[in-house]
Each structure stands twice: as structure tokens, then as C-alpha cells.
């Protein structure tokens, strides 16, 4: 039995992704998931899916790299659980995980799991990088796109210690059909749209919704029977409210707030839009394609990758008013045989190449292959 660690800085709330990352054969390997901080809240599908789960609950200004404390109760696991394999997410839990790991006496195998970029921009970090990474039996990383920004920000980090193992999803909840007509109703009573577009994502400056409004407002003069679903909350929301009210189109811009029926929001949707700066893997943008519904995108990050060679709509540069309007107003503007071509294209994608089941493979091939290959390093010592 192979005994995998995983570190994440906080626990905040249930996360399929990492549900689904951690839902490794249980024949062959055994899985606990430590959180620096944050509370049990009992929702945790990890454990119900039988991971063993561990809230330190530490002040978050408290669980750094640099407090003692923290590093001898990950020690203390490591040791307990006989560990093997060790992937931390993200900067922090790899810096703690490192240092508990050299303080141990079980030697495990560490990955750090990168999920999107900005991870080392200044020197500072660069440089703390360098020696952090040198301990790593490898960095995995969410997308190709990742793995590239990785590679290129990180000196003299040797390609082969970095593994990609894109993200993905379970689509079941996205794949049921549904009535597109009950769903309009049941979510918007009385509006009544011949376009729908929207879009999924914390409203902040990186998921750029000021340039999906500006670009509606444009599409809207030509299109005028069009309405622009936001689903999400976040520190610009009043902000993103007014700019909708001096566009003039107050009438056509919806505000969903955070939302627990994804499914059914998307079957509302005859487009969806996704303006972003910068994006690791997108989750939304897959449960958007696996609904069947095309989509206009920033051509940033591993959105081009998602898409791939296949036809499923268009992508924009990310500050591109016109273009957004213009590509939006394309996809209005074609009959609905067309759209449903484009929509079934991109739930082939997404089901064929960003399945749940291939991302889990992945972790398990690899750990799997770490721990031989740990142990036969041993054997021959």
C-alpha cells in the first residue's frame, strides 16, 4: 500500500477538483489530506469518498514556512502514517512540506502541484525556488500552459521534473438533459431573450468582466433582444453593477450571485463567454464546453489548449472590446443547427481529453512509478 500525503494551505469548504484528485484505487494507495487551516465544517467529500482528513486549523498568518511549530506537526504525520508520497498545493504547503520531510525519518517523495501561474515573478522567489525545487522528486503541473510558464520563470529547473497532468471534471451533472425552456424559467421568470450569453467566475480584475460588459453593451446594438447572465460574487461586484448602469443596459445584465445549480444555469445559456486574463485550467470553461454549449474566450493561459484543433467557437485576445462583441454577435447570429454542431463539438472535447477518470490515472501512474522507483533505489544503496 502506497501512503500519499497531500498538503493544502486551507480548508474552505467541499472541493470536487480536489475530490477527484485524491480519488486514487484504493487497493493500491491510501490517502490523507492535511489542512494547514481552516475548520471541519462536516461537508468534506474526501471523506466520505474514505480519505483520512486532518485540520491543524492554524492562524493562516501563522501556517508559514518559517514557523517551527508547523513543521514538526507535518513531521509528526509523516512519521505516523509512514508516508511515501507527499504532493503539496501551491507555494507555501510546498516550502513546509520540504522542510518537515528533511526533519523526518521517512524520506517520502515530494511533488508540489502548480495550479495556475504567478508562482515566481520576483527574484526573491526565483531564487528561493531554486534550492525549494532541487528537493522535489517533481513538480506537476494543471495544464501544458502551466507547465511552459513553469519552466520558463523557474532558473535552471530541468524539463523532466515537470509532469502535466491536466485537470479535469466529472461531467455527469452536465451531461443529464434538461429542458433549456423550464430552466430560463425557473432561474429568470418573465424574461424573455432571443440571445443568451454569461459567464461563471468571481468577480474580480483577472476574470476581466469589465471588457465582457463593455463588449455585451456594443453587441447589444446590434443584437438588441440579448441578455448577459453573472454568475459569481466577489470585491467588484458594485463596481462591475455601475459600469452596467452607465453602459445603459441594466435591463440586460443579470447578477446571479454564487450559485450551487451550475447545470442548470449553463442549460439557460446559448453561448458562454470567458474573458479572462489569466487561466490556469479553467473548471468553468469545461463545465460550460461538457453542457454543449460554445464558447467565446480570451486567448490566454490553457484556454487555447482546452480548445485544441477543434471547432467550438472563437478565441479573443483578452482586452479586445470589438472582438468579443463581434464573436459574440457571429455566434447570435447563426441558425440554431450551426450552434448545436459547435456545442457537441466542445462536449466531445471535454469528455475525451478532460475527464476526471484520465487526470486521476495520472496521479496514480505517477505515484505509483515514484514509489518503485524510490524503493528500488533503496534496495540497490
Not at 158 to 167: E, H
Not at 352 to 371: I, N, P, Q, V
Request: one cysteine or more; aromatic letters at 10%.
Amino acid at each position: 500500500m502506497i501512503n500519499v500525503l497531500q498538503i493544502i494551505s486551507r480548508y474552505s469548504g467541499n472541493y470536487p477538483l480536489l475530490n477527484e484528485q485524491t480519488a486514487l484505487d484504493s487497493s493500491k494507495f491510501r490517502t490523507i489530506v492535511c489542512y494547514l487551516s481552516g475548520a471541519n465544517d462536516g461537508n468534506n467529500g474526501l471523506e466520505k469518498q474514505g480519505c483520512k482528513a486532518i485540520y491543524l486549523n492554524i492562524d493562516k498568518k501563522k501556517a508559514r514556512w518559517y514557523r517551527y511549530f508547523v513543521i514538526v506537526e507535518i513531521k509528526q504525520i509523516i512519521e505516523k502514517e509512514n508516508i511515501h508520497i507527499i504532493n503539496c498545493h501551491r507555494h507555501r504547503a510546498t516550502a513546509i512540506g520540504v522542510l518537515a520531510s528533511l526533519l523526518s525519518n521517512a524520506n517520502p517523495a515530494i511533488f508540489s502541484t502548480i495550479h495556475g501561474f504567478r508562482e515566481a515573478e520576483t527574484y526573491r522567489r526565483k531564487l528561493f525556488n531554486f534550492f525549494l525545487y532541487k528537493k522535489l522528486a517533481g513538480i506537476i503541473c494543471i495544464s501544458y500552459a502551466v507547465g511552459e510558464y513553469v519552466l520558463k520563470t523557474n532558473w535552471s529547473l530541468p524539463a523532466s521534473k515537470v509532469t502535466v497532468i491536466r485537470n479535469g471534471i466529472s461531467f455527469n451533472d452536465f451531461l443529464n438533459p434538461r429542458d433549456k425552456s423550464e430552466c430560463r424559467k425557473a432561474l429568470l421568470p418573465g424574461i424573455v431573450a432571443s440571445h443568451w450569453f454569461g459567464t461563471i467566475g468571481r468577480l474580480t480584475a483577472v476574470k476581466n468582466q469589465k471588457t465582457l460588459i463593455v463588449s455585451f453593451a456594443k453587441l447589444v446594438e446590434k443584437a438588441p433582444d440579448s441578455i448577459l447572465l453573472l454568475a459569481g460574487k466577489g470585491s467588484l461586484e458594485s463596481e462591475l453593477k455601475n459600469l452596467v448602469e452607465r453602459c445603459g443596459i441594466s435591463d440586460k445584465v443579470f447578477f446571479l450571485g454564487y450559485r450551487t445549480d451550475i447545470p442548470e444555469v449553463l442549460n439557460t445559456l446559448d453561448v458562454f463567454v470567458i474573458p479572462s486574463l489569466r487561466e490556469g485550467l479553467c473548471l468553468s470553461l469545461l463545465e460550460a464546453m461538457a453542457s454543449g454549449l460554445p464558447v467565446v474566450a480570451s486567448r490566454v493561459g490553457a484556454i487555447p489548449e482546452v480548445f485544441g484543433t477543434v471547432e467550438l467557437g472563437h478565441l479573443i485576445e483578452p482586452l479586445d472590446v470589438d472582438g468579443f462583441a463581434l464573436a459574440m454577435n457571429e455566434l447570435a447570429s447563426l441558425p440554431e443547427k450551426r450552434l448545436a454542431e459547435l456545442g457537441a463539438n466542445a462536449r466531445q472535447r471535454t469528455v475525451t481529453d478532460f475527464s476526471a477518470t484520465r487526470m486521476t490515472k495520472g496521479y496514480e501512474k505517477l505515484f505509483e512509478e515514484t514509489h518503485i522507483f524510490s524503493f528500488t533505489c533503496k534496495d540497490n544503496i
